[in-house]
Structures are given as C-alpha cells and as structure tokens.
C-alpha cells in the first residue's frame, strides 16, 4: 500500500526520534537525577555543578519535555532566559518543525502516533501543531 510504504520510509528517515533528551543533557555535562519531589515539577541548579531534576512523579513524556526545557535554560542562561521561551526551545528540539510537520501528515493529524514518534504528550504535541500553524 501507498501510504505504508511512504510511512516506513518517512520512520526510516528519522529514526533519530524520539530525540533522546537524556543523552543529549549527559553530553552537555548535565547531571540528571530523577525522584519524587513534593511539590517540584522540576529544577535546574548551576552550582557547584549543572544539575537538573525531574519529577518522578510525572508522566514520561512529560518528563522529557521538563528535561529539554532545562537544557534551553542551561544552554540559553537561566536568568534572562522566560520560561515561555524555554518551552518554545523545548518544544523545537524535541519536535523539529519539518520533520514534525511531515510526520503529522503521515499520522492524519496530530495524534498518538505522532506523539509516539517524538515521544511528547499531546497536550504538546497539540500546542506544537497550533504554533506552526497560526
Ligand atoms: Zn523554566
């Protein structure tokens, strides 16, 4: 079939995804320590050395979004970086605007198996799709 077959090229062409947040932070330098906090969705902290927690409490998915979204402060500065902006970061790294776009198209709209893909909730995945799109 037509379409199963432009999907399998598509998933071959991007197996880079879902992008893998944890790896990425390691890299950088990042200590990644995940527990359950009361309370703490999720933190950076610079000293005396980077460090970013999550909240094992939380969803996966939205876990990796936390995560990338403390890589833009990390990478970006944590003070005159809003946190809005780190969203919008967050979100591109984790959902490429072409690849996203493509993938959306292949799925017939936006939902779980695009989610699957980048490996985001659709809460964000949705709210991805409206900033593309506006
Ligand atoms: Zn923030």
């Given amino acids: 079939m037509r379409a199963g077959r432009c999907e399998d090229e598509l998933s071959g ?3 880079g995804f879902p992008v893998d947040v944890r790896a990425m932070a390691v890299q950088m330098g990042l200590t990644v320590l995940e527990g359950e906090w009361r309370g703490l969705p999720h933190a950076i902290c610079l000293y005396p050395q980077p460090l970013v927690i999550l909240n094992r409490r939380r969803p996966e998915v939205m876990r990796r979004f936390d995560l990338a ?3 833009s402060h990390y990478v970006l500065g944590v003070e005159k970086y809003h946190s809005r902006a780190a969203n919008q970061w967050a979100a591109t790294l984790l959902m490429p605007e072409a690849v996203f776009k493509l993938e959306v198209i292949v799925a017939g709209g936006v ?3 695009v989610c699957r ?3 985001v909730s659709l809460a964000a995945a949705k709210l991805r799709f409206a900033e593309l799109t506006a």
């Fill in 117 to 119: 893909v980048f490996g």
């Fill in 13 to 15: 062409a991007f197996d």
């Fill in 111 to 113: 939902n779980l198996t």
């Fill in 69 to 71: 979204h403390e890589l």
